[in-house]
């Protein structure tokens, strides 16, 4: 899946411009700068299918990128902090409030998380409301090439225990790195099944 044609569908800045809910979809959640587009890359093979930033808030639409026609992957802007005039990120929280809540064909959300700061609140929140509206979603730790295999293990842990606490049961943590690929292959693999399911 992840081998074939990739491209760029359409980019949502308002609800009324989200494309037809008619494939399923894989959304990157999390907060400004964790590293969601450049994890749409590496998983796509593309160095730059999705823009990336060192600037929190670069992603600043609802973007889809079709997969050979059987699967979507949505690269949503970043909550949270982000180098942008309140009232914007005031409307990207809201249309990505909108889209997760209501999207039917929306399988997976990949709740990015950086390895080095672990749960924010912002994370909290985005999983409580996801529970609500009974979406799967699976917690990726990202950046793992910046910290060391103990660090990695304890943030590991403390995001375990946080999702054992919550009333549904996940799929497993990812550790992932787009800069090594550390755990990009795995996560491939994962993702692709949901396309066969
Ligand atoms: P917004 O669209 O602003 O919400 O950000 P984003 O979550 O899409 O983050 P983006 O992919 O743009 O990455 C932010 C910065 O982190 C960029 O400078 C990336 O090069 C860097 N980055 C992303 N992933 C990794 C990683 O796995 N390792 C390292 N070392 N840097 C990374
Ligand atoms: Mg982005």
Redesign the pocket.
Known sequence: LFAGPCEFVAGAATESALPPSDIIEIAFA?R????????LNALTGRRSL?R????????QQINFFDLGGRMRLV?L??YGY?KASKAKVGAWQELIRLYLKGRPVLRRVLV?VDSRHGLKETDIEVMTMLDQAAVVYQVVL?????VGASALAQVRETVEASLRKRPAAHPDIAV????TRHGIESLRAELAALAEA
């Open positions: 999390g400004s700068n964790v590293g969601k587009s450049s994890l999705a990336t930033s060192q600037t929190p808030g670069r992603t690269d802007p970043g982000a990015l990202t950046k793992a090439d910046k992932t790195s787009s800069e």
